[in-house]
C-alpha cells in the first residue's frame, strides 16, 4: 500500500511499514491488541486487533504515527472486506467467529462510523461483488447472498457441503467446501444461484483439506492440503 510494505509486529501491539526501495523501516504505528492481517483500501491501511477488538486506521501516504484513527469493532475479529456501496458508501466490515460484523465507514466525512449489521447467524466470512455479497456461515451446506448497501439477506443457496473459504474473481464467488464432499462452488452474485460445483479433493478431511483459492489470471487454483495436490479450474470451464 502506498508504494511500501506493512508489517504486523503481534508481540509488540504495532505495525511496522518498510520502505522498499530505502531498504529499511520508515515508521512505527502503535496498534491494539494483537493486531493481525492488515487491508488496504480506500486509500488506507487498516489493521484489526484480535483480542481488543480494535481496528486502527492509516492513511497509506502518511509519515506521522499520530494521524491515525481507532475504532471499537468486534471482539476476535476475523475478516476485514472492502464495500463500495454500504450504507454509508465505501465501507470496510468486520466480521468474527460470533457472527457479529461491524460496516466501518472509509468515507472523509464520517470516516470511522461504525454501524451493525445483523444477520442472525454464525458467520466465517464474507465475499463481496459490487454491491452483492455472499456469507459463509460457520455451519450448515449453505451459503446466503446479502445486499451489502442494507445488510439484509435476499436468498439462501445450498450446496453440497460445508463452506470453509471464498474469493471473488471475475464477476462470480468461488466458495471452497469440506466435509463428505470437497468441491469449488462457483456462484453467480446477480442471480444469487449455482453456476457450476468442481471437486477439488477427495480426501474426506472434515474441514482440513481444500485451503483458500488463489487467482492466477483466469483460472482458480484450490490447494488441498489432504491431498497435496493443487486443483485447477478455468474460467472457459464455467458454463
Do not use: C
Not at 444477520?119 to 455479497?133: F, Y
Not at 445488510?151 to 463428505?180: F, M, T
Amino acid at each position: 500500500a502506498g508504494g511500501r510494505l506493512w508489517v504486523v509486529d503481534t508481540a509488540r501491539d504495532r505495525i511496522e511499514v518498510v520502505d522498499p526501495g530505502a531498504e529499511q523501516r520508515s515508521l512505527v504505528v502503535p496498534t491494539g491488541d494483537f493486531p493481525v492481517a492488515p487491508v488496504a483500501a480506500f486509500g488506507r491501511v487498516w489493521v484489526p486487533a484480535l483480542i481488543d477488538g480494535t481496528l486502527t486506521v492509516i492513511d497509506e501516504t502518511t509519515d506521522d504515527a499520530d494521524g491515525r484513527i481507532e475504532v471499537t469493532v468486534p471482539e476476535r475479529p476475523k475478516n476485514l472486506l472492502p464495500v463500495e456501496e454500504g450504507a454509508t458508501g465505501r465501507e470496510i466490515w468486520v466480521s468474527n467467529l460470533d457472527g457479529e460484523i461491524a460496516a466501518v465507514s472509509a468515507e472523509s466525512g464520517p470516516l470511522g462510523e461504525v454501524r451493525g449489521v445483523e444477520l442472525e447467524r454464525s458467520v466465517n466470512r464474507v465475499v463481496a461483488v459490487g454491491d452483492r455479497g455472499v456469507v459463509l456461515p460457520t455451519w450448515g451446506r449453505s451459503v446466503f447472498g446479502i445486499d451489502l448497501g442494507t445488510g439484509s439477506v435476499v436468498a439462501e443457496i445450498g450446496i453440497d457441503s460445508i463452506p470453509v473459504r471464498g474469493i471473488a474473481a471475475h464477476g462470480l464467488v468461488w466458495v471452497v467446501s469440506d466435509g463428505s464432499d470437497e468441491l469449488l462452488t462457483v456462484i453467480d452474485p446477480r442471480a444469487m444461484a449455482v453456476r457450476a460445483q468442481f471437486v477439488v479433493g477427495a480426501n474426506r478431511s472434515k474441514t482440513t483439506g481444500p485451503r483458500q483459492p488463489l487467482v492466477v489470471g483466469d483460472e482458480i487454483w484450490v490447494p488441498n492440503r489432504g491431498d497435496s495436490a493443487i486443483y485447477v479450474v478455468h474460467l472457459d470451464d464455467v458454463p
